[in-house]
């Protein structure tokens, strides 16, 4: 495994295809979001999934019963994995896991972000959801490439769960930087996707990652 996630944000259905057929053998997961999903149709989980291993990024965040409901059409749809955000609590969070778990699915969980506006959240906040997700049996958690400092936090709460980290490139943060933190897989996606040169793009970033 590559310890490379692409993230297919594009609007194309054909570049999408393209771009995952391009890159399948440099990525562990597509992670698939809303972006796509709304330009080109749920099929294209499916259609993804027959390429490459899809992680459906939905972020979901809602009551239980609809957590469930959601999990379930994305999981039925080709998906190998899910993330939900962990802010809306444990009993929707935990709803996700069991849809997971009866599928075969992944779960991560979004218990802090990368952007410039989720610094001010950080802190005992988002330390108690990633305990409350590592104690709802998630298989991994997203954490910021670009605050390595929360990823080693991170990882000393959720021990061996995996971690992903986007905010690599673009975002300003540094691919050695989050691995040396203790992020497991990097999420990464107009570094490679908006890049004249994907592949050459998601080689470089390879090299880095070894
Ligand atoms: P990019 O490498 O182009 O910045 O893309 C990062 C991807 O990770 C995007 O799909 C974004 O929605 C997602 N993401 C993020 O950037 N920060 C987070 O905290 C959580 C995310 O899912």
Redesign the pocket.
């Known amino acids: 495994n590559s310890r490379l996630i692409l ?1 297919l ?1 594009v609007l194309s259905r054909d570049r999408a295809l393209h771009l995952a057929t391009a890159l399948k053998d440099r990525v562990d997961y597509v ?1 698939v ?1 809303y ?1 796509l999903i709304l330009a080109a149709g749920l099929d294209i989980v499916g259609e993804i999934a027959r390429i490459a291993p899809v992680i459906a ?1 939905l ?1 979901i965040a809602d009551i239980p019963n609809t957590n469930t409901l959601i999990c379930e059409e994305v999981l039925d749809s080709g998906a190998a994995g899910i ?1 939900a955000h962990a802010f809306v609590g444990r009993d929707s969070l935990s709803a996700c896991v069991e849809a997971a778990r009866e599928a075969g699915g992944l779960v991560f969980a ?1 218990t ?4 410039p506006g ?1 610094e001010e959240l950080m802190g005992p906040a988002a330390e108690r959801l990633a305990r409350m997700a590592a104690d709802c049996g998630v298989d991994g958690v ?3 490439a ?1 605050r390595p400092e929360r990823i080693s936090l991170v990882r000393s709460i959720v021990g061996e769960r995996a971690i992903i980290s ?6 300003g943060g540094s691919p050695s930087a989050a691995l040396k933190a203790g992020a497991d897989s990097l ?8 890049s004249p040169n994907p592949a050459a793009s998601a080689d470089a970033i390879l090299r880095e990652i070894r």
Do not use: F, L, N, Y
């Open positions: 993230a944000d992670k979001g972006p990024d972020k993330i979004v802090e972000m990368s952007h989720a997203v954490a910021p670009t986007p905010g690599v490139g673009v975002q999420i990464v996606g107009r570094s490679i996707t908006e």
